[in-house]
């Protein structure tokens, strides 16, 4: 229920932002009455994303508008393909246009990017997983994107998951430390939360991996040969996770040390979008 709360709060947001107080545009030369149709071009190869968001921000914008589907989400779509055609008020439409646009863009080059990664780590058992480093607002839909594109979401937030990264070890003077009261505040607040702790060194991973109620072990900036290491040292007891300016031409080679995941920025933060475009129909 919170994450449908977050998106119809998202869209509305996004559609007040656009529209203020009317598309004069439209309201200056298209009559009131006219109804029409429209269809969304695919331009380029591409993981299709966003069109049961595309759905959701039609009907809200008016909720006679129809659509009929023809190319899903998570589905593979080349240039010259038809994802949808929608049908209805042509003032509605044209409203509702560019917001679809710029989450369909956005969130199909995200899908796009995360297949390539899951692509390279086919046959293996590692799994490409996002970050927080998403676009302020637009995390779900991001995430969403990730999932589309076949990678794993990681934490939503900071309310999720423990996750004790090098800054708060350093402010609470050492991992050993930072774990000690990680566990004093789980048993004080009574919360249940997946715990994390981010090494960066193999004195590191001895130091947690003997702590039974850390659940993951994260290898921060890690070179491959000394992931491999780490992934012996750990020996199935936590699962792992590598982590750090880790690119297509290496994340095979990191996944192939054995780590159950391995995350990656860039599928979120450094993103082409995927060219669509919405055009009539007659």
């Known amino acids: 229920m919170t994450k449908i709360n977050n998106l119809n709060s ?42 049961n968001i595309a759905s959701v921000v039609f009907h809200e914008i008016d909720e006679k508008l129809q659509m009929d589907i023809i190319k899903s989400d998570g589905q593979k ?17 044209l409203k509702a246009e560019r917001l679809v646009l710029n989450i369909m863009q956005r969130m199909s080059g995200i899908a796009t990017q995360t297949r390539r990664y899951a692509d390279r780590l086919e046959g293996l058992k590692t799994k490409v997983l996002d970050t927080r480093k998403t676009t302020p607002g637009m995390r779900l839909l991001e995430k969403e994107a990730v999932r589309l594109g076949g990678g794993v979401n990681h934490r939503m937030g900071l309310y999720d998951m423990i996750l004790l990264k090098d800054n708060h070890i350093d402010f609470s003077g050492g991992i050993l430390n930072a774990v000690n009261r990680a566990a004093d505040y789980l048993e004080k607040t009574g919360r249940e939360l997946p715990v994390e702790v981010e090494a960066r060194s193999l004195e590191d991973v001895r130091a947690v991996i003997g702590i039974p109620f850390v659940q993951r072990v994260m290898f921060d900036n890690f070179s491959v040969e000394m992931t491999a290491k780490a992934v012996q040292l750990v020996g199935g007891i936590k699962e792992t996770e590598s982590s750090g300016g880790i690119t297509l031409d290496t994340v095979r080679s990191y996944a192939e040390c054995g780590v159950d995941f391995v995350s990656v920025g860039a599928l979120t933060h450094n993103v082409k979008g995927i060219d669509l475009s919405l055009k009539a129909t007659f």
Do not use: Q
């Open 10 to 51: 998202f869209i509305r947001n996004a559609i007040d932002e656009d529209v203020g107080d009317g598309d004069h545009t439209s309201l200056s030369c298209i009559p009131d009455s006219l109804e029409g149709s429209a269809k969304l071009n695919v331009k380029e190869d591409a993981i299709l994303a966003g069109v």
């Open 77 to 93: 779509v080349s240039k010259g393909d038809v994802a949808f055609e929608v049908r209805g008020k042509v003032l509605s439409i």
